[in-house]
C-alpha cells in the first residue's frame, strides 16, 4: 500500500510545476466548497424555513457571477490572474461571514448576500478555469480533473461530517462563557473557514502564471461548435442549481438535522473518491463519453427514486446518486469543454477567457432555468411538488447531455485532425 501511495506521489511530482500548484490550491479551497454549496443552503433554510428563499438566494448568486465575469475580464487586462482567483478565493470567506453575521435574513438581505456570494464565485470559478486551461494538455486532463475530484469529493464527505458535528456539538453549550447557539456555531464555521482560504491563497502565490496575450473578450457571434458546446453548458447549469439547493432542503424537511447532512453525504464518498481518481489515471480522452453517460444514468436513478419514495430513505438514496453523480460529471465535462476550447479558439484566433465568460452565460441560462422552475412549481402548485418533480424533470431532460457531449467529441477530432 505505501509502495502504491509513493508511486501515486510520484506521478503527482511528475507534473509541470504550475500544474502541482493549482491542485495544491484547488485541494485546500475542496475544504470551503461543501460549506458554500451545503450550509449556508442549510443556514438560510433554518433561519426562513422556506426552500423557495433558498432558490432565490442562488439566483441572486448566479446573477452576481455573471456581473463579476464580465468585471473580470476587464480587470485581466490589468490584474493578473493569479492574483484575481486569490481574491476569489478570499471572497468566497469573507462573504459568509458577512451573510452569517446578520441579524435576520429578509428577502432584499439574502439577494445582497447572494450577489456577494456570486462576485466571489465570479472571481474563482472563472480564473480557475482560465489557469486550469493554461497548465494542462488534453492528454493529462483527465489526470488533472480526476485528481481535483479525488479531492473534492473527500472533502464532500470529512468537512459535512466535521461542521455537522461542530455545529451540534458547539449549539446549547456554553464554552468560555460564551453561550453558543446554532447560528453562532454557523459564524464559528466561517472564521475557520476563512483561515483555510488564506492558506490557499499562500499556496497560489508559489506559481507563476500567464495572463491571455490578446487582450478582446466579449464576443457575440461564435463557431458553431461553440454554440454547442454552450447547449451542453446549459444542460449542466439546469440540474447545477439544484444540487446546491435541493438536498440541504430536502434532509432538512425529511430526514432530520445538519448532523445528519453530514453522516449521510459521506456514506458513498470515499468508494467514489477512489473510482474517480483511478478513472482520471487509466481512462484516455476517448473515454470521457463513458464516463459522461455513466453519471448522467445515476442521478436519473437517485431522482426518480426520490421523487417516488419522497421519504427519509429516498432522500438518503438520492443524496448517495448525487455524490457519485457530480464528480464523474465532472471528470468528463471539463476535459471536454477545455478540448473544444483549445480548437475553437486556434480557429478564430481569440483570448481563451471569451470563451470562458461565454460558457458562464450558458450555465447562468441553465441555472436560471432550473431554478425559476422550481420556484414556479413550489409556489403555484406546492413545495412538496417541486421537490418530487422538478428534479426528475430536470434529470430527464440533463439526459440529452449524453449524445451531444458524443457529437461535440466527434467534431472536436474532426476539426483537429
Request: glycine share 8%; with cysteine; hydrophobic share 55%.
Amino acid at each position: 500500500m505505501i509502495e502504491k501511495l509513493t508511486n501515486e506521489f510520484r506521478v503527482f511530482r511528475s507534473q509541470p510545476h504550475n500544474m502541482q500548484v493549482l491542485l495544491g490550491v484547488n485541494m485546500l479551497y475542496a475544504l470551503i466548497l461543501p460549506v458554500v454549496e451545503v450550509f449556508v443552503g442549510a443556514y438560510i433554510m433554518r433561519n426562513t424555513n422556506n426552500p423557495a428563499m433558498v432558490a432565490l438566494y442562488q439566483l441572486a448568486m448566479y446573477v452576481g457571477i455573471i456581473l463579476t465575469s464580465v468585471f473580470n475580464g476587464v480587470l485581466l487586462k490589468f490584474i493578473k490572474v493569479n492574483i484575481l482567483y486569490t481574491i476569489g478565493i478570499l471572497l468566497s470567506a469573507i462573504s459568509m461571514v458577512v451573510m452569517m453575521s446578520l441579524s435576520s435574513l429578509d428577502l432584499i438581505q439574502l439577494c445582497v448576500a447572494g450577489c456577494a456570494m456570486g462576485a466571489a464565485s465570479g472571481f474563482f470559478w472563472t480564473n480557475r478555469y482560465l489557469l486550469s486551461l493554461n497548465v494542462t494538455e488534453d492528454d493529462n486532463r483527465n489526470y488533472y480533473f480526476g485528481l481535483e475530484s479525488f479531492a473534492f469529493t473527500i472533502a464532500n464527505i470529512v468537512v459535512p461530517l466535521g461542521v455537522g458535528s461542530l455545529i451540534a456539538g458547539l449549539s446549547g453549550h456554553t464554552i468560555l462563557g460564551i453561550e453558543f447557539d446554532v447560528n453562532l456555531s454557523y459564524r464559528v464555521v466561517t472564521i475557520i473557514t476563512l483561515c483555510v482560504a488564506i492558506i490557499a491563497c499562500y499556496v497560489l502565490s508559489f506559481g507563476k502564471f500567464e495572463n491571455p496575450h490578446q487582450k478582446g473578450f466579449l464576443y457575440i457571434k461564435f463557431h458553431t461548435l461553440w454554440y454547442k458546446m454552450l447547449s451542453l453548458a446549459g444542460l449542466k447549469g439546469l440540474v447545477q442549481g439544484f444540487l446546491v439547493t435541493a438536498p440541504a432542503i430536502l434532509i432538512l424537511k425529511l430526514v432530520g438535522n445538519e448532523g445528519e447532512l453530514g453522516v449521510i453525504q459521506g456514506v458513498s464518498g470515499a468508494i467514489t473518491a477512489i473510482l474517480v481518481y483511478v478513472l482520471g489515471r487509466v481512462t484516455k480522452p476517448k473515454h470521457r463519453t463513458i464516463v459522461f453517460g455513466a453519471g448522467l444514468t445515476i442521478f436519473l436513478i437517485g431522482s426518480a427514486v426520490n421523487g417516488i419514495m419522497f421519504s427519509a430513505t429516498g432522500v438518503v438514496i438520492f443524496v448517495l446518486c448525487k455524490v457519485i453523480f457530480q464528480p464523474l460529471h465532472d471528470l468528463a465535462y471539463f476535459p471536454i469543454m477545455m478540448r473544444v476550447i483549445d480548437v475553437v479558439s486556434k480557429i478564430e484566433k481569440r483570448n481563451e477567457y471569451a470563451y470562458i465568460l461565454s460558457h458562464e452565460f450558458g450555465l447562468f441560462i441553465g441555472r436560471a432555468s432550473g431554478l425559476i422552475l422550481f420556484i414556479v412549481l413550489a409556489f403555484w402548485v406546492s413545495e412538496d411538488f417541486a421537490l418530487k418533480y422538478a428534479l426528475v424533470i430536470v434529470a430527464l431532460i440533463q439526459m440529452l447531455s449524453l449524445p451531444l457531449s458524443q457529437h461535440i467529441t466527434k467534431e472536436c477530432n474532426r476539426l483537429d485532425a
